[in-house]
């Protein structure tokens, strides 16, 4: 049984908390690269924090504190220029490093601004997302999963949402891998109210859930990357073909945690396109959609009354802010939600003892192509089509 003390430190994502000190050893999104352009910065919120994100003039990305060094105005109203990002209150201005380049009030000969610099931290843009590291330096790799990588054969579209509740709650539904069957009974009417047959195989990168449902001919794999993210091929009947996704679930707060997803919907004219936006059948066209705590599209009548792409997060937000696990009914089906809590607790154990968690990876030497076992088409040049 899961105890309350155990629950606080599991999901508490603020600094010198066990669970945030574990968290701040990994690269997160934090948001789209189409939404950091111009003039204007971008506010972000990562793991209890504030920071803003500019892209100065030159195209280099930026990832500063919230206030200015000078008197904390807020610098998310600063002005993004040729060589960085100047305060709105009296015009200092500071570069992607934190450097403090001008403090124009100053008289001409004042070398003040030598002696002054913001808080900065690494940033990189992949596959139109803006990653950020905010734990202690030095900053381990950003780990090459495959559809980070991947740019042939398909359309990418890259678009985010929120879940108003712990990312905790988020984590242990990639692990749970019969609910499928039953909550997800509308969009997968092939494996509806079937009791499935799962492998859960434990990975360098996290946890492997393999589905077989019994009159299905092909399996179904779903990767859980640890902490928290999910990569998993789907068909569901609105999407009209097959898809490869990747969800990066952030923690933005301790009761609030985005979505970053990216989507591969295969192409056979060999070509590329990104898009920042929503999949086509989604009326939502940017990049973000907001969601509202407990308002959930209506659809699939049949089973719950909810549509296919609200069902998690209805359960997810129902559970609670933050859910309290000591008084959950663990039942033998729930292994792979087991295997991930003792994949949690060794973490959380390393990073007590000063050693890395699971995931991270430093050596370049080892930080190869991730791929996972999702069946539906594969990522080749030869794209095939295998279940529509
Ligand atoms: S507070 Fe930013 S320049 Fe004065
Ligand atoms: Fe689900």
């Excluded at 192409?267 to 396109?273: A, I, M, Q, S």
């Excluded at 076992?373 to 040049?381: A, S």
């Amino acid at each position: 049984m899961i105890t309350t003390e155990e629950n606080e430190a599991w999901t508490r994502v603020g600094r010198d908390t066990p669970g945030g000190e574990m968290l701040r050893r990994y690269w997160w999104p934090v948001t789209f690269g189409s939404l950091v352009q111009g003039k204007r910065p971008k506010k972000v919120r990562l793991l209890g924090e504030d920071f803003v994100v500019f892209r100065d003039g030159r195209g280099r990305l930026g990832m500063i504190e919230p206030n200015c060094a000078h008197r904390r105005a807020p610098m998310e109203y600063g002005r993004v220029e040729e060589d960085g990002i100047r305060c709105c209150y009296h015009g200092w201005k500071f570069d992607t490093a934190g450097k403090c380049l001008e403090t124009p009030c100053e008289e001409p000969d004042s070398n003040l601004k030598d002696r002054v610099a913001m808080k900065a931290y690494p940033v990189q843009e992949v596959a139109g997302l803006v990653f950020a590291y905010i734990g202690d330096s030095p900053a381990p790799l950003l780990p090459k999963y495959d559809l980070l990588v991947h740019e042939a054969n398909a359309t990418r579209y890259v678009y985010g949402n929120a879940n108003n509740c712990n990312w905790l709650q988020t984590a242990e539904n990639a692990a749970d891998a019969t609910h499928i069957n039953w909550l997800h009974a509308g969009p997968y009417p092939m494996s509806a109210a079937k009791r499935p047959k799962i492998e859960f195989d434990q990975r360098e990168y996290g946890l492997d859930c393999t589905t077989l449902v019994p009159g299905m001919e092909n399996d179904k794999c779903s990767s859980l990357i640890f902490p928290c993210h999910n990569r998993f091929a789907s068909a569901r009947t609105e999407q009209g073909s097959a898809r490869q996704n990747m969800i990066f679930r952030v923690p933005e707060d301790d009761d609030k945690t985005l979505n970053f997803f990216i989507t591969l919907v295969p192409r056979t004219d060999g070509k590329f396109v990104h898009k920042s936006e929503t999949p086509p059948e989604r009326k939502d066209k940017g990049p973000w959609v907001e969601n509202t705590r407990f308002v959930y599209a209506p659809g699939d009548e049949d089973w719950w009354g909810v549509t296919s792409t609200d069902q998690d997060r209805m359960v997810l937000e129902g559970q609670g802010l933050i859910y309290d696990r000591s008084t959950e009914t663990l039942a033998a089906s729930d292994r792979g939600v087991a295997m991930y809590r003792r994949m949690l607790k060794e973490s959380l154990a390393s990073v007590a003892e000063g050693r890395d968690p699971r995931g991270i990876v430093r050596d370049p030497e080892k930080n190869g192509l991730v791929e996972f076992g999702t069946r539906l088409f594969t990522l080749t040049r030869e794209l095939q089509v295998e279940s529509a």
